[in-house]
């Protein structure tokens, strides 16, 4: 110990007996980038467009006020109408609804880019584009399409989407319990549904029942405010808060035929949107965990303890190169995903499974380190990190749990089914 004493000169030894020594100046960090292969120089330049139109608005105007309506479990209303001025910035004022889109890479980049941005907004336009209307365009009629798809790429309606019941979620195909009875031209629905994001403003939802009389399942538009019909939102979620989550609760509502989708006549129909449903939560794991990272680099940049930025201790610098490996394998799997999709026309269930189970277990990695890293201001919401950390684990248990995806991938691969 003396001996390394006697190697310091008298002002550094001066300060220590003093109690520490002052930071010394450090070189300017890089900047702060999540895209370390470069992904989106593999990018056309409409795809390019949309990915910088997507993180302009979600990271511009959502994302610095979303903190108090997250913490009050409030989705911002007042932003909607810029939604509507979003998607004719990206597809154009002649733009045509249809699904799936055209460009899956394009589509792919811009859910990762929103989820980058504000998860829980995310899931506003998700259910609302993704799930409602292409609902509508898929198994609706003609006349179901004119009522309801241009309005609704307008954001003046709103929509929602209901599968899943209190006592059923992963058993949903066999175990529905809400019912649908026919008499004469008029339908009539009993039972409950619960998360159905958007549900407490929705002007329209697609509920799934169970036909009484062939015992498949069936959709159908249920209008907001119609008799029986009742919404109550969900109390006391820790993740994705600023959703709207609900319990709705099915007591003799009266739907008319013509609001039934004639093309939906068995649960394979609804499956056919749970594919792209489940490729669109892997994007959306990808952007959680890129927004988790920058996050956690930016903090440990400018946080300094023991005179030096957290980023030049060995244990941070280990924990963000992790998280960006993560980050960085899950890009390359989904633009390869969405390679395929571009190329078949479409993505099969179990490819759809592997990368929604394996990014979103990814993912639950990177925000646990990020929020590691952070200390005890990674429960606080004002550093970020916290709320993507907490919405994490909504992304993780949505569209198909783990266990779930992951018995999918492994009949594929096996041949053997290990379901119940």
């Known amino acids: 110990m003396l001996e390394f004493a006697n190697r310091l000169d008298a002002k550094t030894l001066k ?72 998607v004719t910035q990206r597809y154009g004022e002649n733009f045509t609804y249809t699904f799936p889109e055209a460009d899956p890479i394009a589509s792919g980049i811009a859910a990762m880019e929103m989820a980058r941005g504000e998860p829980s907004s995310n899931t506003f336009f998700g259910v609302h584009w993704f799930m409602t209307m292409a609902s509508i365009n898929m198994l609706g009629s003609n006349e179901q399409k004119a009522k309801w798809l241009p309005p609704m790429q307008r954001f003046e309606k709103i929509g929602s989407w209901a599968l899943t019941e209190p006592k059923h979620g992963s058993d949903a195909s066999a175990g529905l319990e809400t019912t649908a009875t026919k008499v004469g031209d008029t339908w009539t629905l009993n039972g409950e549904k619960k998360w159905s994001g958007n549900a407490t403003f929705a002007d329209i939802n697609i509920i799934w029942a169970r036909n009484t009389h062939t015992g498949q399942v069936n959709g159908f538009i249920v209008e907001l405010g119609q008799p029986g019909y009742h919404v109550e939102k969900l109390p006391g979620k820790i993740a994705k808060r600023a959703v709207e989550n609900v319990l709705i609760k099915l007591e003799n509502v009266e739907v008319h035929d013509s609001n039934r989708l004639p093309k939906a006549n068995h649960f394979g129909d609804v499956a056919r949107q749970l594919a792209a449903a489940r490729t669109g939560v892997a994007w959306e794991a990808v952007g959680v965990s890129m927004a988790a990272y920058e996050e956690t680099l930016k903090y440990a940049n400018n946080r300094i303890q023991f005179g030096k930025p957290l980023t030049s201790f060995q244990m941070v610098q280990h924990g963000l190169v992790k998280m960006l490996g993560h980050v960085t394998a899950m890009q390359s799997m989904m633009l390869q995903l969405s390679r395929l999709q571009e190329r078949d026309g479409m993505i099969s269930h179990e490819r759809a499974s592997l990368a929604k189970a394996w990014t979103t277990e990814q993912m639950r990695e990177v925000v646990a380190i990020g929020r590691g890293l952070l200390g005890g201001n990674g429960i606080l919401l004002e550093h970020e990190v916290a709320r993507f950390f907490a919405d994490a684990e909504a992304v993780y248990s949505y569209e198909g749990t783990y266990e779930m995806n992951t018995l999918i991938v492994g009949k594929a691969i096996t041949g053997q089914s290990a379901f119940v």
């Not at 007996?17 to 470069?38: C, E, H, I």
Request: hydrophobic fraction near 35%; charge should be positive.
């Open 15 to 86: 300060a220590m007996l003093k109690g520490g020594v002052k930071p010394t100046r450090q070189r300017a960090a890089p900047p702060v980038n999540s895209d370390f292969y470069d992904i989106y120089s593999t990018l056309t330049d409409e795809q390019l467009r949309v990915a910088r139109l997507t993180r302009d608005f979600f990271e511009g105007e959502i994302r610095p006020i979303i903190n108090p309506y997250w913490e009050r479990g409030e989705f911002p209303k007042q932003l909607i109408p810029r939604f509507a001025q979003f």
